[in-house]
């Protein structure tokens, strides 16, 4: 079983800047293609970006394409969300979790991933 913590969420004006991190243990993390979702309030969690193993073919929702970057550092077993010109619209939990090996890459919908971490929280003032 892998175990994700999440940190680096925060309070930030529109057009700031964020840097996620995504610490995993247990399992070889290497192993994994990795996501990272976020859910607002009274909406439903909502896939933000995914990345593969070896750190390629990263992909993103409509909404942060252009705005986001996801990569990652198997060397130190974490995933980090690169977030810049913010928007209040980006206020949501971040969530890190980890793509179930039996589903395809690009298969985004939160049940395509297993263990999850415990959110970080990101506020965008206007």
Known sequence: QVQLVESGGGLVQAGDYLRLSCAASGRTFSSYAMGWFRQAPGKERE???????????????????????????NAKNTV???????????????????????????????????????????????
Do not use: H
């Open 47 to 73: 896939f933000v970006a995914a990345i593969d193993r070896s750190g390629d073919n990263p992909y993103y929702a409509d909404s942060v394409k252009g705005r986001f970057t996801i990569s990652r550092d």
């Open 80 to 126: 980090y969300l690169q977030m810049k010109s913010l928007e209040p619209d980006d206020t949501a939990v971040y969530y890190c979790a980890v793509k179930s090996a039996w589903s395809t890459y690009y298969n985004t919908a939160p049940s395509a991933f297993g263990s999850w971490g415990q959110g970080t929280q990101v506020t965008v003032s206007s």
